[in-house]
C-alpha cells in the first residue's frame, strides 16, 4: 500500500539558511500533520492542515510555516536556521473522518551547521 | 488529552508474549487509546487503538480495564524486529484532526 512519502530523507544546512520539506499524503488523505523530533527526544507536534486550511498548532516557531496544497501534498518553510533546529521532521496524514489513525513517513533528518 | 504513564524500559525473550503496560487515569468518555511504535530514528508506526472494548489486529492486542483507567498492548509472539520505543497515546476525536501528543514511552528490548 502507498505510504507517506518525505522529501528530501536528508538535508544538510547552514545557520541562517531557509529550507523546505515536502510531504506527500497517503491518497485519498485530506490531513497532514508535521512532527518534529530533537536527538533523544520525543515527537513533537507543530501544525496541521485539513482539507487546506490549518486546523491545529502547536510549538511551531514564527520562523516556520507551512502550506498544504490542493492536491494535498504539504510544505514545511522554515527560515533564519539555527542550530537547535536539527532534528528528525515528520509528517503524517489521515482521512478526515474522525477515529481514523495518523499514518508517519520516514522523515527528514535536518543537520544545521 | 488525558495524560499516560509509562514504564520506561521493558525486556522480552523473543518468542514471548510482550505485555506492555499503560495509565491513562485521567480518561475522558470520548477518548481513544492509541498504541504507536518506532524503531530507531524511523517513522512512528501505528499499531492499534480502541475506545472501550478490547480490540485486536494483525499486529496486536489491546485490552482496556472497564474503568478504562489502564490499557495493555500485547505483542504475541515478540521478536527481534519488535524492539522499539512504544507509545500509548490517550486522543480525542471528535474531530478529523485530533493531533497525537507523545510522552516518553516504553523502551521495549526483545532478546534472543
Known amino acids: 500500500a502507498a505510504g507517506v512519502i518525505q522529501s528530501p530523507r536528508h538535508l544538510i544546512k547552514e545557520k541562517r539558511e531557509t529550507a523546505t520539506l515536502k510531504c506527500y499524503p497517503i491518497?485519498?488523505?485530506?490531513?497532514v500533520y508535521w512532527y518534529q523530533q530533537g536527538p533523544g527526544q520525543d515527537p513533537q507536534f507543530l501544525i496541521s492542515?485539513?482539507?487546506?486550511?490549518?486546523?491545529d498548532k502547536g510549538s511551531i516557531p514564527d520562523r516556520f510555516s507551512a502550506q498544504q496544497f490542493s492536491d494535498y501534498h504539504s510544505e514545511l518553510n522554515m527560515s533564519s536556521l539555527e542550530l537547535g533546529d536539527s532534528a528528525l521532521y515528520f509528517c503524517?496524514?489521515?482521512?478526515?473522518?474522525?477515529?481514523?489513525?495518523?499514518?508517519f513517513g520516514d522523515g527528514t533528518r535536518l543537520s544545521i551547521l | 488529552d488525558a495524560k499516560t504513564t509509562q514504564p520506561p524500559s521493558m525486556d522480552c525473550a523473543e518468542g514471548r508474549a510482550a505485555n506492555l503496560p499503560c495509565n491513562h487515569s485521567?480518561?475522558?468518555?470520548?477518548?481513544?487509546v492509541y498504541w504507536y511504535r518506532q524503531i530507531h530514528s524511523q517513522g512512528p508506526q501505528y499499531i492499534i487503538h480502541g475506545l472501550k472494548n478490547n480490540e485486536t489486529n494483525e499486529m496486536a492486542s489491546l485490552i482496556i480495564t472497564e474503568d478504562r483507567k489502564s490499557s495493555t498492548l500485547i505483542l504475541p509472539h515478540a521478536t527481534l524486529r519488535d524492539t522499539a520505543v512504544y507509545y500509548c497515546?490517550?486522543?480525542?476525536?471528535?474531530?478529523?484532526?485530533?493531533?497525537?501528543?507523545f510522552g516518553k514511552g516504553t523502551m521495549l528490548l526483545v532478546s534472543p
Open positions: 503524517a496524514s489521515s482521512l478526515g473522518a474522525s477515529n481514523q489513525p495518523q499514518h
Open positions: 485521567t480518561i475522558s468518555g470520548n477518548e481513544y
Open positions: 491518497p485519498r488523505h485530506d490531513t
Open positions: 492542515f485539513y482539507e487546506k486550511m490549518q486546523s
Open positions: 497515546i490517550v486522543k480525542f476525536d471528535g474531530s478529523g484532526y485530533s493531533t497525537l501528543t
